[in-house]
């Protein structure tokens, strides 16, 4: 009886040992970290944040309008619902969207136009013309065309509508062709597009959006927020974690403790493989 007794308290002394502050056998006592937000481990030679980019800072004085845009990333939504990037190196221009017609838009003027980046005064380019057409089994079209381009120097093509409508004869057979084209974000060369996608990990990961919103210091968090607000998500999640490491959290591979590289993020805005 007394050995059983003493072996009872030995249990207890031990569990009240490992519990306390600072003490532990074979055991790691967890720590609430004292941010909800991921860490981000930075790449070897990597600059983790870049400040926050202003348009401002670009000359488009003397380009064409398809050269208006940076080099970069920009991120498109087409008819209001499919998302869809453009990347553009030093020298490239702006490629040719929406429905083409027998007229080059030309400049109708300037007019602020507000996107999900915010309020431009943009100059808007346009073209639109009726036509008809007699085609070799002698019917007849009629159709009118229309488009509108809007650029703002640092970005480029902000915004675009175009359309195509037109009736044949004989037999009143119509169609119309129209696509729409808007902006929603633009990632200058010079941000760290792996930070970009770590933080989107962590939102998605740790419900934590509210907590970058408090404070967009730099570039990376404020891209972030503009893809996550456009509907952008992370595509293969379920390859990542949020892990409290050294009273931090950070994203990791799942299985692992080894600290996500963010360009590993697949997000459902990339082109499909």
């Given amino acids: 009886m007394k050995n059983k007794f003493s072996k009872y308290m030995y249990i207890a002394l031990l569990i009240s040992i490992v519990m306390m502050p600072g003490c532990g056998i074979g055991l790691t006592r967890t720590e609430t970290p004292s941010t909800p937000i991921a860490v981000y481990i930075p790449q070897a030679s990597e600059t983790p944040t870049t400040p926050i980019w202003d348009n401002t800072q670009a000359s488009c004085d ?15 939504q087409r008819d209001s619902s499919a998302l869809f990037t453009v990347t553009l190196e030093p020298g490239d221009a702006i490629p040719s969207f929406g429905v083409s017609g027998p007229d080059t ?12 980046l915010g309020t431009f005064q943009a100059t808007r380019l346009s ?8 085609t070799g089994r002698l019917d007849t079209i009629n159709g009118r065309f229309e488009r509108n381009e809007w ?28 696509e729409d084209l808007d902006l929603l974000s633009f990632t200058p060369l010079t941000t760290n597009e792996s930070h ?13 959006v509210k907590h970058y919103r408090a404070d967009i210091a730099d570039e990376e968090t404020a891209e972030a927020l503009r893809r996550w607000d456009a509907g952008v998500r992370v595509g293969n999640i379920e390859k990542f974690k949020r892990e409290i490491i050294n009273k931090q959290w950070q994203i990791v591979y799942a299985g692992t403790e080894n600290p996500a590289n963010g360009l590993d993020v697949v997000l459902t805005s990339d082109p499909k493989q």
């Fill in 62 to 76: 003397g380009k064409p309008f398809n050269m208006w845009g940076l080099p970069g990333t920009y991120l498109y």
């Fill in 105 to 116: 838009p030309s400049v109708a003027g300037t007019e602020d136009i507000t996107t999900s």
């Fill in 127 to 134: 073209a639109g013309r009726e036509y008809s057409i007699l």
């Fill in 151 to 178: 650029y703002v120097c640092g970005y480029g093509l902000i915004k675009l509508t175009s359309s195509d409508t037109a009736t044949k004869t004989p037999g009143d057979y119509s169609y119309s062709n129209r």
């Fill in 196 to 208: 970009v996608r770590y933080i989107l990990a962590d939102i998605q990961l740790g419900r934590v």
